[in-house]
Every structure is written in structure tokens, then in C-alpha cells.
Nanobody, 124 residues
Framework: VQLQASGGGLVQAGGSLRLSCVAS????????VGWFRQAPGKEREGVLC????????YYADSVKGRFTISRDNAKSTVYLQMNRLKPEDTAVYYC??????????????????WGQGTQVTVSS
């Protein structure tokens, strides 16, 4: 059972990146999926999440209008499209799977499986 996050890198402020979260060993479409991030010296922060069927999403205020989450259940993959990146978006980004059947929540304790993280660095 594994989640694999990928797609991070170094980008200039104002640029874009797309992160992917792929599941192996279990069916990701049975889970709500969230993206979290942790910057050096800071607490982990919930960024956004998507429900099982994709009909419900929740975004942290810090990323509204810039980040978008989507899922392709046929590929057992969830995407995080990040546009207009800012230096304060620099962090390790983690995807996680929550077995909640309805809605999604940015409460880390709800998530059963976590990916290993992918580094996003935004230069000014």
C-alpha cells in the first residue's frame, strides 16, 4: 500500500507546477484525497482536498484562485495544479488518503495513508 507524490521542482514566482499522487496496492477512488504541505520550521498545513467522487473540494484560503485539485479515478491519480506560485508556497507537499465517504476535510488525523512528499521551491 503506497502513495507516490511527484512533480515537484524549482520554479520562479508566477510560474506553475502540476503535482501527481498515484496509489498502488489499494484503490484510490475509494478515498478522499488531500494535499498537505510543510515548510521548514513550520507546522504542516492542509492545502486542499477532494472527495471520493470528486464532487466536493475544499481549499485553504492561502491557495484559493491559484491551486486546483482534480482526480482521474480510472488512473487512480489525483492532481494538484499550482498556478501563480509564490515564494511562500515553498514546502514539501504530501498527498494523503482519507476513507471518509462523504466530502473531504483538511484534518490530518483522518488520513490513513501518506505519500513520501515532493519538494516545491519557488524562487523570487
Amino acid at each position: 500500500v503506497q502513495l507516490q507524490a511527484s512533480g515537484g521542482g524549482l520554479v520562479q514566482a508566477g510560474g506553475s507546477l502540476r503535482l501527481s499522487c498515484v496509489a498502488s496496492g489499494f484503490t484510490l477512488d475509494d478515498y478522499a484525497v488531500g494535499w498537505f504541505r510543510q515548510a521548514p520550521g513550520k507546522e504542516r498545513e492542509g492545502v486542499l482536498c477532494i472527495s471520493v467522487g470528486g464532487g466536493s473540494t475544499y481549499y485553504a484560503d492561502s491557495v484559493k484562485g491559484r491551486f486546483t485539485i482534480s482526480r482521474d479515478n480510472a488512473k487512480s491519480t489525483v492532481y494538484l495544479q499550482m498556478n501563480r506560485l509564490k515564494p511562500e508556497d515553498t514546502a514539501v507537499y504530501y498527498c494523503a488518503a482519507d476513507p471518509s465517504r462523504y466530502g473531504c476535510f483538511l484534518e490530518g488525523g483522518l488520513y490513513d495513508f501518506w505519500g513520501q512528499g515532493t519538494q516545491v521551491t519557488v524562487s523570487s
